[in-house]
């Protein structure tokens, strides 16, 4: 999902008519991806520089960035020994002091550029005040002229460059541009047309910030007109201006997502019926009876909402997050039978084969004496769960009716959208583990029925920034409670020589029964890291370390029939620890397991190591959760310790989007993440909040999503 459109400019307005912009400085500009003036203007400065007052040269403290304004008395190539790289050295002064300024590899031009009497701006960080010295500064020459009070005498902005624009030319030419276009920069508009899905025929836009609700909002400040933002991203009067006018700009991009979501799903409400999937209780009623566990208070209350919506008007669009452990199998199982029992097909799919896998095995024992057709279909395999009698069933093509079933589940990977596999009424789609898939994948899967129901269940507790945008066209469930009766997790963190210990620990818990996972980053050495440690490799060591207990191993290029073999001699405790890549990180349940060692913890992400943890604390039993790791650097040793002080996901992936980002927080594969030039989706959420209620109240649009 990306923004839509939202010009500044309109029309589009080619970047060379900006004054002074002519074919050579197209060309250095279109290397930024500046092609029209709007691009330009919409050029983020990367820092900002103070001259309203220089520091003197005699002023300067170690290691702080400073700028100085100096005339250059000396200068020239230094060559230490013949043959050695050559430097360039100048020396500048300001009448308080000198400064010399060090380029460890002289360039051909900068003899010419830095000359004896020549005047300089200079930014960098003093590495030495005897001398003082400054190494690789930027600098840029201070030239009299008609546009000298756009570089001195304000804060002025420094951007992105590229070789041949110079700082100061990039300035005047933004200067200029502002000059030029300012007073044309639209206000962000939209119209009652796009609402109805077409175009906007005859109909007026409307300003999507009126000056009621730029007034109204609950920020410090009113917001800035647009075109004053934009001047102010590049010419603050003051440094606290430029977050303002980064908010005001923020705010657009959130209102055109906004606007993006809430029309959707206002369309999609518009043009889908709802299948009657609200099922009538005759088949939940023995299911729970024989579940062997009462449903928590979360469960029912999750359930009821999801009955709720599969007996409604719109198909259902719901997103249930529920921490690692809480026990959302269930309520997928639940919710199935609501349209089983409706009379429709339910799709499940998983992530990976080993959990369709155990999906396949815990419902075909849950659903086959309720007289329903469980199947399995994944990349590998393609199973039909044994009929009721017992006798076996021929795989059919996935369409085949025996009489007396009344429904099919089919479980799958993503082989359910890549094949051609096709359910005759489809009633709802379940998707496990969600942000293991990408926003596209859930769609096409949905588009093979006709408006199924959707439930994503995912246990990466969506951050609410995230919540409010990528997943704002669906309506969200938590379970916010652990079925009882668990024992707790303890997280530790150690050094990787703390290992013969640790594993004498682990020794001592399978001796008393229990079971456990040691999971490494990769499954063979790569050359060129070799301080990581592999699957493959430390197998053995595992075996020997803990002789004569038996042993797993797991990784994704393990062939998928011996990897069945290998969980399920795991779940029957044949096997007493899995050797394993984070292949194991979603879905596995094997309440007897109650360690988890992680070997260079260091490699993966918090929400990551939270999932593998979840692998742990399913049973009665007292875990324990150890994170091995040698990294010494300060944020890697925090990152652990957040680990280590709390359980509870939501903290966790809130910091990891903090420190890590969106797209590392959901995986490689979620896709669909909006392109924001001014937005931080880790930081924004009250902004993301008022552009929703902006919104809202445009399209006058009653219906409450995620809140
Ligand atoms: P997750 O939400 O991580 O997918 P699971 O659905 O795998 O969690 O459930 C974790 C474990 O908790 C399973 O062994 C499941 O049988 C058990 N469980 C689920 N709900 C309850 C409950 N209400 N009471 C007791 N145990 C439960
Ligand atoms: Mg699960």
Request: glycine share 8%.
């Amino acid at each position: 999902m990306s923004p839509p459109e939202q010009s500044i400019l309109p029309p589009a307005v080619p970047v060379s008519s900006v004054r002074g912009v002519g074919e050579e400085r197209a060309k250095l500009l279109a290397r930024l991806n500046i092609f029209t003036v709007e691009d330009l203007l919409l050029h983020q400065p990367r820092r900002y520089e103070d001259r309203r007052k220089f520091r003197a040269i005699r002023e300067l403290t170690l290691n702080e960035p400073a700028t100085v304004r100096g005339t250059i008395i000396a200068a020239g190539v230094k060559r230490f020994r013949k043959g050695a790289r050559a430097m360039f050295e100048c020396v500048f002064d300001d009448g308080s002091a000198r400064l010399h300024c060090r380029w460890w590899q002289a360039q051909p031009w900068m003899e010419d550029w830095y000359t004896i009497g020549r005047e300089f701006l200079v930014f960098g960080k003093p590495d030495s005040l005897k001398p003082r010295n400054i190494d690789h500064p930027e600098t840029e020459l201070v030239e009299p002229g008609e546009d000298e009070f756009i570089h001195v005498n304000r804060i002025v902005p420094v951007h992105p460059l590229t070789e041949g624009l110079t700082a100061r030319v990039m300035r005047t030419l933004i200067w200029r541009a502002l000059e030029q276009f300012e007073y044309s920069i639209a206000e962000p508009t939209w119209s009652r047309g796009q609402a109805a899905g077409g175009q906007a025929q005859g109909e007026k836009d409307e300003a999507l910030l009126t000056e009621k609700t730029r007034a109204s909002n609950r920020h410090p400040a009113t917001w800035p007109a647009r075109a004053n933002a934009i001047r102010m991203v590049h010419f603050p009067a003051e440094l606290t201006d430029v977050e303002i006018a980064r908010q005001r700009l923020a705010l657009d991009e959130f209102v055109a997502l906004q606007l993006q979501i809430q029309l959707r799903r206002k369309k999609f409400e518009a043009s889908a019926k709802a299948l009657p999937c609200g099922g009538d209780n005759h088949l939940m009623k023995p299911f729970l009876a024989k579940l062997g566990f009462t449903l928590t208070t979360a469960q029912t209350s999750v359930l009821r909402e999801i009955r709720a919506d599969l007996g409604g008007t719109h198909p259902m669009r719901r997103l249930l997050q529920g921490d690692v452990g809480s026990g959302k199998t269930a309520v997928a199982a639940c919710s199935a039978l609501m349209a089983l029992e409706s009379g429709f097909t339910v799709a499940l799919m998983a992530p990976t084969e080993i959990l369709a896998e155990q999906h396949f095995r815990n419902f075909s024992k849950w659903f086959e004496p309720l007289g329903i057709r469980v199947q399995l279909q994944t990349g590998s395999r393609k199973e039909t769960s044994l009929p009721v009698a017992g006798c076996k069933e021929p795989v059919g093509n996935g369409n085949s009716q025996r009489t007396g079933i009344p429904s099919t589940l089919t479980i799958g990977t993503h082989a359910l959208f890549t094949a051609n596999f096709d359910l005759p009424k489809l009633g709802l789609v379940i998707i496990d583990e969600q942000h293991k898939f990408g926003v596209a994948q859930r769609e096409t899967l949905v588009r093979k029925g006709n408006y199924p129901h959707l439930l994503v269940m995912t246990a990466t507790p969506i951050p609410r920034t995230l919540g409010l945008t990528l997943y704002g066209d669906l309506d969200v469930s938590v379970i916010d409670e652990m079925p009882g009766g668990r024992g707790s997790i303890k997280t530790f963190v150690r050094a990787a020589e703390k290992l013969p210990k640790v594993f004498e620990f682990i020794r001592e818990k399978i001796a008393a029964g229990r079971q456990a996972y040691i999971v490494y980053p990769r499954v063979e050495v790569a050359d060129t890291d070799k301080d990581i440690k592999a699957v493959t490799k430390e197998f053995e060591n595992v075996q020997r370390a803990l002789a004569p207990f038996k042993i797993g191993l797991l990784h994704g290029r393990i062939k998928p029939a011996d990897k069945e073999k290998v969980m399920a001699g795991f779940r029957l405790n044949k096997i007493q620890a899995l050797v394993a890549t984070t292949l194991i990180e979603v879905g596995v349940d094997v309440p007897n397991a109650t360690v988890m060692l992680i070997e260079n913890a260091e490699h993966f992400g918090l929400a990551q190591l939270h999932q593998l943890r979840g692998r742990i604390g399913r049973g009665t039993h007292e875990s324990y959760c150890i994170l091995i790791s040698d990294a010494l650097h300060e944020e890697a040793q925090s990152r652990l310790k957040i680990l280590a002080e709390t359980n509870d996901g939501f903290k966790i992936a809130e910091a990891d989007l903090k420190l890590r980002g969106p797209g590392e927080l959901l995986g490689r594969e979620q896709s669909g993440l909006p392109n924001l030039r001014f937005g931080n989706l880790a930081e924004d959420l009250n902004l993301i909040r008022h552009a929703r209620e902006l919104v809202k109240l445009q399209l006058d649009f009653g219906r409450t999503g995620v809140s």
